[in-house]
């Protein structure tokens, strides 16, 4: 056993024991679904991040950025996609919390009176969550795969082995405990081990010079991105375009998705719910920046990689020290895992709780079935993995805009909107869900073009606020629908705490001087050396000049410090009227 294997085994043996020390403490189906409603900032912040950045963000976006595409990944997809914490939390999240509910199905169904919607809800979390537990599971395995000289088979069946374990005992309580600890271990590890690559490059600035004029991959870091021959975008305006909406599609999945919204059911309070998810902001648009610009100084080095969905992992074996390659590997497999593990659970528990409900009212009965549910989930992923070929980055795509069209409507609506019916959640959700599917599949197997201002996520987006529009018209509210929407929007008691708001009040403030810090940051680290490296500007000119790569840098920042801004003043209305 070499000491890549040795770090990311012994790290998985941790993860276990640890999951299983904590599902000791399970004594009721809250305990084991939503954690006793009583999670800590800390824990919901690692929860959420950890859920977000898995293998995927290691492998397959690292390898699309070291393709050329580093510009629209981190100025296109990223300041809008992690504006989805701040605005899920604030408009989603915390209503979802009052719901008091152990899944999103069950909020759904509870809020509309409608077992049919409930079921669809329920459907879609399977199929879509399903789908992402897939791609993770592939993308840990290559992992494992390459370094502990073991066949992907074998690779599959130890992740896999590794992430149900602790799963089926600790429950939601054991997964936010080993999501927080995976959170803090791969975010720190993934910027030493950046340290290292950008060092192999001759310093920060050096590599952002050499990738500027690098002859093999000319626009990896500029602002046309790379278009035309060999991409799949025919034009910088498609590419970007693509990466909008893409980052767009994302947002709204981290506002209101089952992995990230049901994170908020654990909370302690709303004051939680709302801390975390504007920290959630700050902190993945500090790292997923790193992360992708770690992937494209893999280039600067070696731009010849044979196969480059993995420059991370090829880099962690040839330019790291053993033992920080080794940690960060181990950090990639515990992103993957701590996503497994909340993929997983969900999934089990939507089965047991929305798919097949049990009568039992005794508790113990009650978390055995959802144990059970868990285990024929990743018996049933684990066949699907073995049996499809990896496709991490693609699959990961399906996903996301899964919910973002099937459920992204409603979802805000069933909370802010009076006038939305039953029929209407209903029929808008699975025009949504069957749009998506029937456009995405006809795009991957090349049977329709669709240019990149009709992506199929815009088009079942639109198709399924229409249908909500079109149905509500011609349906009428029931009694029930609407008093169970004025309770979500009855202020808790925690509310009243003035000192408790005040506090919670400082995080939008906090990322709108982050956005602010960003452009700074942008300038001098990215804008100025790429004017260098292209040309622009000579060593000696103390200032950046106008490009597209400048207005990028502003843009960045701008758009997180206005959605804080925006998040400053709805809070502070909404803790004024009490909620």
């Not at 902190?283 to 893999?298: E, N, Q, R």
């Not at 991957?444 to 990149?452: A, D, E, I, L, W």
């Not at 410090?561 to 803790?575: E, F, N, P, S």
Request: charged share 10%.
């Amino acid at each position: 056993m070499n000491i890549y294997a040795a770090a990311i085994l012994a790290s998985l043996l941790i993860y276990i024991v640890v999951g299983n020390y904590a599902g000791r403490k399970i004594k009721d189906l809250d305990d084991y679904m939503v954690a006793g409603r009583n999670a800590p900032t800390i824990l919901i912040l690692g929860t959420l991040v950890a859920s977000t950045i898995s293998t995927g963000s290691f492998i397959g976006d690292t390898g699309f950025v070291y393709e050329g595409y580093t510009t629209s990944q981190i100025f296109g997809f990223v300041p809008i996609a992690v504006l989805g914490f701040t605005f899920g939390g604030l408009f989603f999240g915390r209503y979802l919390r009052r719901s008091r509910v152990h899944t999103l199905a069950e909020f759904f169904g509870n809020r509309f009176a409608s077992s049919r919607l409930r079921m669809l809800a329920a459907l879609t979390m399977v199929i879509g969550m399903g789908a992402y537990l897939l791609a993770v599971n592939q993308g840990v395995a290559i992992v494992v795969e390459g370094v502990a000289d073991v066949s992907y088979t074998v690779a599959l069946l130890v992740v896999w082995l590794g992430y149900t374990t602790f799963t089926i005992y600790g429950g939601s309580r054991g997964v936010v405990i080993t999501d927080t600890m995976m959170f803090l271990f791969f975010t720190v590890i993934a910027f030493i081990g950046v340290g290292y690559i950008v060092s192999s490059g001759g310093g920060w600035f050096q590599v952002m010079q050499s990738l500027a004029a690098l002859e093999s991959q000319p626009e990896i870091i500029s602002a046309a991105g790379r278009s035309g021959s060999g991409s799949p975008w025919a034009s910088s305006f498609d590419l970007w375009i693509w990466a909008i909406i893409l980052g767009t599609s994302w947002g709204i999945a981290f506002a209101i998705s089952p992995w990230q919204s049901s994170r908020y059911l654990m909370a302690r309070d709303e004051h939680v719910v709302m801390r975390s998810a504007c920290l959630s902001t700050c902190i993945l648009a500090m790292t997923w920046p790193i992360i992708y610009y770690g992937g494209a100084a893999v280039a600067a080095t070696n731009p010849n990689i044979v196969s480059p969905e993995n420059p991370i992992v090829w880099s962690a074996m040839n330019i790291m020290p053993p033992i920080i390659g080794a940690l960060l590997l181990a950090g990639i497999v515990a992103a993957g895992l701590s996503s497994a593990s909340t993929f997983l659970s969900l999934i089990g528990f939507t089965v047991s709780n929305d798919l097949i409900p049990s009568r039992s009212v005794d508790q113990r009965k009650l978390v055995r079935l959802s144990r059970i549910a868990i285990l024929v989930t990743s018996i049933v992923v684990i066949v699907l993995a073995s049996a499809t070929p990896p496709a991490v980055f693609w699959i990961t795509q399906f996903a996301g805009p899964m919910f973002a069209a099937a459920w992204g409507p409603i979802a805000f609506a069933s909370v802010w909107s009076k006038r939305v019916t039953e029929p209407a959640a209903f029929w808008g959700m699975l025009a949504g869900l069957s749009c998506l599917i029937t456009t995405k599949s006809l795009q991957v197997f090349g049977q329709v073009f669709f240019p990149s201002y009709l992506d199929p996520l815009l088009i079942s987006a639109v198709l399924s606020m229409l249908t909500i529009v079109v149905v509500s018209t011609q349906t009428r509210v029931s009694d029930g629908e609407a008093k169970y929407r004025d309770e979500l929007h009855r202020p808790p008691p925690e509310l009243a705490d003035l000192e408790a708001s005040r506090k919670t009040l400082i995080w939008p403030r906090v990322t709108m001087a982050f956005g602010a810090f960003s452009i700074l940051l942008m300038l001098v680290f990215y804008v100025r050396p790429y004017q260098i490296g292209a040309g622009l500007i000579d060593a000696s000119h103390p200032f950046v000049t106008w490009s597209g790569e400048t207005l990028l840098a502003i843009s960045f920042g701008s758009i997180i410090g206005i959605g804080g801004w925006v998040a400053d003043r709805c809070a502070r209305r909404l803790y004024a009227t009490g909620g």
